[in-house]
């Protein structure tokens, strides 16, 4: 072997064995003194998840004016950096921005459009910061999701930003907290909370049931050739609305599971919404063949042939 071909060789070998080492060091993991964490609510089938890190108050002062050797600080920019915080400043001073945790900036995620405190705010991922006083909050959406702290924040790339009032509450909260409570089928209030405030503000989802056809037409559209399930969810949903107008979609999502394969499943569904329908022979009908199919393929049939039955005996 030539002594250039060795040279290449020692030399990749290093290569390789420099990406290795560096490899193994990013994998490495150690704790943290403000532990990661993540809460997620869906409301209606919209997901909010926040993520963030929970510094603890230990014995700290957390709230409070900048100190005068703070007062370089230029507008709103962040006095978030323990490298350089003097000793008895407040770890976060009014009228500056927190990244509202530590380490990485807080991430807000919402897979829908919402409104926050009535104002919208588009489906994606934010960074969430906050610009606290003593009577009001800023809560800021930034449309970079991804940074460290609040060190880089531009606010010219904020999709939202609210004012809220903050609780003074007795009990002291050792470690930042985000919680959601409390929650309704189209909202939930998010509650900030550390030391002696929470901070409250709600997300909305403005119309739950749009939201969830919108999304059960995406799946059915996206169904396989021989799923008949997916039409039969959809359609199940959209007969079981309180809205008038979506039967007909619900019955066409029927039609199109029988159309994939005749069930009992969905044999049973039509002819329960034929009868809601008031077309009464027709569902009767349709509810005899869903019971012989039923048998065939051996699924108890018992509580819907009571349901037949009533439904014959003008019960229902």
């Not at 900036?105 to 960074?127: E, R």
């Not at 994939?260 to 049973?268: D, R």
């Amino acid at each position: 072997m030539s002594s250039l071909k060795r040279s290449y060789i020692s030399f990749f070998a290093v290569l390789l064995t420099l990406s290795c080492g560096a490899l193994a060091l990013s994998q490495v993991r150690v704790p943290r003194p403000s532990q990661k964490a993540s809460v997620m609510q869906t409301i209606g089938v919209t997901d909010v998840t926040i993520t963030y890190s929970r510094p603890g108050v230990k014995g700290r002062k957390i709230w409070g004016d900048p100190t005068p050797a703070q007062a370089t600080a230029k507008g709103e920019a962040t006095l978030d950096d323990q490298n350089v915080r003097p000793k008895d400043a407040a770890i976060v001073p009014w009228g500056h921005v927190w990244r509202s945790g530590a380490n990485e900036a807080t991430m807000f995620v919402i897979t829908d459009d919402v409104l926050i405190n009535g104002q919208k705010l588009p489906a994606g991922s934010y960074s969430l910061h906050t610009i606290p006083t003593k009577d009001e909050w800023t809560i800021v959406f930034n449309g970079t999701s991804n940074q460290w702290g609040s060190f880089n924040y531009d606010p010219a790339k904020d999709t939202l930003r609210v004012k809220v009032k903050p609780q003074w509450v007795s009990e002291n909260q050792e470690r930042l907290e985000y919680s959601f409570d409390p929650v309704t089928d189209n909202s939930a209030q998010v509650n900030i909370r550390w030391e002696k405030i929470r901070v409250p503000f709600t997300v909305e989802i403005p119309d739950v049931a749009a939201i969830t056809l919108a999304k059960l037409r995406t799946a059915v559209a996206a169904a396989k050739p021989d799923d008949w399930r997916t039409p039969l969810q959809a359609a199940n949903y959209a007969l079981q609305s309180s809205n008038p107008a979506d039967d007909a979609e619900g019955m066409a999502w029927l039609d199109q599971s029988i159309k994939i394969k005749e069930t009992f499943q969905n044999l049973s569904a039509k002819a329960n919404a034929l009868y809601k329908a008031g077309k009464k022979e027709e569902a009767l009908a349709l509810a005899d063949q869903a019971i012989q199919r039923g048998k065939a393929d051996k699924v108890d049939t018992t509580n819907f042939e009571k349901r037949v039955a009533d439904m014959k005996a003008g019960k229902i």
